[in-house]
């Protein structure tokens, strides 16, 4: 099986070291096409092919990966329509904000069965949380695909409705949890270790605080109350977190984020798309 990954920036590049590391495919069974005559030579440097054409790329591929911005994704696949095969190929758009009427109205009866996707950065260390939506697919061809992505970390299935929501939650939302961690270490800081060394030990206690919520199925409250003890010294921190807004911060970010995306997000890329158009 060969999949094409269209679109090596961020989101791609790590999409395709993801790939690579999780041995899905074969290196040489994995194209890359990018623009960029740099990017290509870095991915020819790990075993893949490499094009900077988009048609040619699509043509070989059984599995087509479309991971542009998204005010590009009609330019891409207006570009490969007429080398796509709905009989034998997937096509797995990776792009926030874009419907999948659209891509069917772009690509007509040329739109092979659409898997819309969105990992986090955290795909080229096999430990992305990735939202997939089928259109159009069959029981099989769900399984395959959603089998790649698990083997790249964990793979939530949903609608297109929630798909926002994923995309707050968990591609956006490991910016968040790297913003906790800086806070955390700039602490550690001021609590008198070096810098190097407080950021080894918060991301090391943020591991632990992961292995043990996933090894014991404990809700994090619980597990919090595993760590507080009356009138100590843990439960004055996190009170004192809570008097600042901590939770209500959180959920203020994500949800303020979300809203955004339902309000202006579409307004952005269709306006970028019209530019690009001129």
Known sequence: MKITVIGAGAMGGTTVEGLIKSQSFQK????????????????AQMGVNTTTDNRQAAQVADIVCVVVKPWLVEQVLKGIADVLNPQRQLLI?????????????????????LFMVIPNI???????????????ATEEQIRLVKGIFDKVGKTQITDEQHLPAGTTLASSGIAYAMRYIRAAAEGGVELGFKAT???????QTIKGA????EATGLHPEAA?????TPSGVTIRGLNEMEHAG?????????????????????????????????
């Open 28 to 43: 040489e069974d994995i194209t890359v096409s990018d623009p960029s005559q740099e990017v290509t030579d870095r991915f």
């Open 93 to 113: 758009v990776i792009a926030a904000g874009i419907d999948s009427t659209k891509i069917k109205e772009w690509l007509g009866t040329a739109c092979p069965p």
């Open 122 to 136: 955290a795909i080229a260390q096999l430990a992305s949380m990735t939202f997939m939506v089928p259109i159009d």
């Open 197 to 203: 060394d407080a950021n080894r030990i918060v991301m």
């Open 210 to 213: 992961l292995e043990l919520l």
């Open 224 to 228: 919090i109350d595993m760590v507080t």
């Open 246 to 278: 901590f939770t209500s911060a959180v959920i203020r970010g994500l949800k303020a984020e979300l809203n955004w995306k339902e309000q202006e997000y579409k307004k952005f890329i269709e306006l970028w798309m019209k530019h690009s158009n001129k």
